[in-house]
């Protein structure tokens, strides 16, 4: 049996006319080869689907119930092109996202994952909260699409993009000399207890500032080591100690505690776009992304001149 699909869609017209003429000029083919086709069709089917005189044209039993199976045939393929083509476009799928936990404080990665949330409902976007460098193998594995991540070294399979250099601030209790300072240098911390990350959370930020504060010669007495960073700002909130955190956790704002500028020029924190060199990027990864460069480059028009 070789029947195609212009086999149905000639046959429902025919039947849906019931004249040979008419839908010939609805299929914009002309009568002689809409005939043969139907001829063709019925011996494959090997039954008479169509009742033919001189005069008219009628369904047999055969043809009504091969009219009502072809137009839910037909209906399937079109509906099944219509799914292929919104997932190739991205308005389908699944779109999978590991984040920091600094990324939503972000404003233009909040901002692209709302924008994207409201233009693409249908895709399924799973935005999953793992450190920098937790999501490294599931990037290189496929299991993420994309990573916003802070900067750490990336192994040659990835790929990125930055999204952002923001400034690191001094976190301090709002009752001590520190919290009336309008600037503060980094060395001006080194005999504070240090609240900061626990060294095997694998967080970006933990070599980062660690390295900035190196580079210093500061040494910090670090006096607690969490696994979050609003644990860190909590801690600093109740007076256990001094700390550091990029200045989108800024968003954050307690009474007991101040963020205060770092004067060192260098004291910054990137934060990355990455995903896979060996993974082609799905049209909704494709189109978060060019979201996300609308929310940065408005972002940045918005921003005040320095």
């Known amino acids: 049996m070789n029947i195609e699909l212009r086999h149905l869609r000639y046959f429902v017209a025919v ?3 019931l004249h040979f003429g008419r839908a010939a000029a609805r299929l914009n083919i002309s009568q002689p080869p809409l005939s043969q086709q139907i001829q063709i069709l019925e011996a494959q089917v090997g039954a008479k689907l169509l009742a033919r005189t001189n005069r008219s044209v009628s369904l047999t039993a055969a043809g009504a119930q091969f009219l009502a ?22 308005e389908t799928g699944e779109l999978r996202i590991g984040f920091t936990s600094s990324a939503p404080f972000i404003k233009p990665v909040s901002d692209s994952l709302s924008q994207f949330r409201k233009d693409f409902p249908d895709v399924h976007l799973q935005t999953l909260e793992i450190n920098t460098r937790a ?8 299991a993420l699409e994309l990573g916003l991540m802070r900067n750490t070294p990336l192994p040659d399979t ?11 601030m001094a976190m301090v209790h709002h009752e001590t000399p520190l919290a009336a300072r309008p600037a503060i240098s980094l060395r001006e911390l080194a005999d504070q207890p240090f609240v900061f990350f626990d060294p095997h959370v694998g967080t970006g930020l933990y070599d980062d500032i660690l390295g900035l504060l190196h ?6 007495r670090i006096a607690q080591e969490v ?9 600093v909130a109740a007076g256990l100690g001094v700390s550091i955190l990029p200045a989108s956790f800024k968003r954050i704002q307690l009474n007991e505690m101040r963020w205060v500028p770092i004067t060192e020029s260098d004291a910054v924190s990137e934060m990355w776009l990455v995903w896979s060199k060996h993974h082609e990027k799905s049209a909704a990864a494709q189109r978060f992304m060019r979201l996300l460069d609308e929310a940065l480059t408005a972002d940045k028009n918005a921003s005040p001149p320095d």
Request: net charge negative.
């Open 15 to 17: 039947a849906e006319e």
């Open 69 to 90: 199976d072809s137009r839910q045939i037909l209906s399937q393929v079109d509906a099944a092109a219509i799914r292929a083509a919104r997932l190739h476009h991205g």
């Open 135 to 142: 999501q490294i193998v599931p990037l290189n594995e496929g």
């Open 158 to 168: 990835l790929d990125w993009q930055l999204i952002l250099r923001e400034p690191l």
């Open 215 to 220: 580079r210093y010669g500061v040494q910090p």
């Open 227 to 235: 696994g979050e960073a609003m644990t860190i700002i909590g801690l």
